[in-house]
């Protein structure tokens, strides 16, 4: 892999401990760290004292924080949530990364509430006004996933929601897997958002009357060419693996402690092959 393209991974996919998911990253040779949840809880049930120990211990161990991922616009919340509260949850995951000296936050687009498609269009826009403002005040972009929400639906509404909000502080994360979920070709819509993309989420979907989530490279989200057409266009960012294989967060379950580690490695690992196959690319240490 080029040094410009890194490859990290959501930790939590791959143990549930804080120490369990620094030891894992670190044994691998991995030096970026995703975070989203300790213990199956999400990064605002902790204070601020838990935050610095735990930065203090990733500064220790070698560990960067390039993205933390909060819920605000996810499944868990729709576009009917009151702005006070996602302003309020905004400004705590604002902290959060500001801990660990991380300028990056996932958000999502709002699942609708019921209302027709303009209204949520409309709703969803100026909601993002008001989170953008709060972020670029603060000095952070928040990274706009291809997932939950309106904007989610189709390259087009993301690209409309970008040109709405016309701002430094929003960028996209694309996530490779989602568009089996949703319902669009991976590769194409990516084609036409690249140019946008500051994160990227390594998984591989199949639908085969119901989404599942494969190894990397035998679905159908086009892992290859995912990656072909980000060396391409100059993407200079970080892979960040989340198998969704033995933890599905959605879903609120998760395998034991011994097949996540196991299938979250063999994860790495199969992600280090494939950026090996279309760049220069170093191997991980493996155990």
């Given amino acids: 892999m080029t040094a410009t393209m890194r490859l990290c991974g959501i930790a939590d996919e791959g143990a549930a401990s804080f120490n369990d998911q620094i030891n894992m990253h670190a044994r691998l040779g991995v030096d970026l760290i995703e975070l989203r949840s300790f213990d199956d809880r999400r990064l605002d049930h902790y204070n601020d004292t838990h935050h610095e120990e735990w930065a203090a211990q990733l500064k220790d161990t070698g560990l960067t924080v390039p993205v933390v991922d909060s ?18 949850h905004l400004t705590r995951y604002i902290r959060i990364a500001q801990i660990y000296d991380c300028q990056q936050i996932r958000v999502m687009s709002y ?10 269009r409309t709703a969803v826009i100026e909601r993002f006004r008001l989170l953008i403002q709060l972020a670029s005040e603060a000095g952070v972009t928040l990274l706009l996933e291809n ?4 904007a989610g639906q189709s390259a087009a509404n993301t690209l409309d929601l970008l040109a709405e909000v016309s701002s430094s502080a929003l960028s996209l994360l694309f996530d490779t897997g989602n568009g089996v979920t949703y319902g669009y070709d991976s590769l ?5 958002v690249a140019p946008h993309v500051s994160h990227v989420h390594l998984k591989d979907s199949l639908d085969s009357g119901t989404v599942r989530f494969v190894p990397l490279g035998t679905g159908a989200s086009r892992i290859t060419e995912c990656l ?60």
Avoid: K
């Fill in 71 to 88: 819920p605000i616009g996810s499944w868990a919340y729709d576009i009917g949530r009151s702005q006070e509260e996602d302003l309020a």
């Fill in 228 to 287: 072909v057409l980000l060396r391409d266009s100059g993407y200079n960012g970080v892979l960040s693996v989340e198998p969704h294989i033995d933890r599905l967060p959605h879903a609120g379950t998760r395998n034991s402690d011994a097949l996540l580690r196991h299938s979250y490695c063999e994860y790495m690992r199969r992600a280090a092959d494939l950026i090996a196959c279309t760049q220069d690319g170093t191997a991980l240490n493996v155990y």
């Fill in 147 to 150: 997932c939950d929400g309106w």
């Fill in 188 to 192: 194409e819509f990516l084609q036409l």
């Fill in 111 to 120: 699942p609708n509430d019921g209302r027709a498609e303009s209204a949520w």
